[in-house]
Nanobody, 117 residues
């Protein structure tokens, strides 16, 4: 079965950094676009960053210049490097794999990121 397992979340002070990882299994990873989304309490889930199977990236305005998404197809893993973290970045971060051509998408279970002094 398909599994997306996020890791790397935690608590950090404002201005700090975290690196999230999402390890995928059960899919042909290199053929999927991979995305990071987040959901803060009482808020809708929103896109943070996405990387296509070809390596093209796009970011939410709030993430541009601070976050970097990357993928390692040999390890079936996608990463989100988050720098200059702010309290507004506090949320549960979810990994998503999608392949629109076959109408498939999968979500991970989420990892908590808390930015607080």
């Amino acid at each position: 079965q398909v599994q997306l397992v996020e890791s790397g979340g935690g608590s950090v002070q404002p201005g700090g950094s975290l690196r999230l990882s999402c390890a995928a299994s059960g899919i042909s990873f290199s053929t999927y676009a991979m995305g990071w989304y987040r959901q803060a309490p009482g808020q809708q889930r929103e896109l943070v960053a996405r990387i296509t199977s070809g390596g093209n990236t796009n970011y939410a305005d709030s993430a541009k210049g601070r976050f970097t998404i990357s993928r390692d197809n040999a390890k079936n893993t996608v990463y989100l490097q988050m720098n200059s973290l702010k309290p507004d970045d506090t949320a549960v971060y979810y990994c998503k794999a999608d392949r629109s051509a076959i109408s498939r998408n999968y979500w991970g279970q989420g990892t908590q990121v808390t930015v607080s002094s």
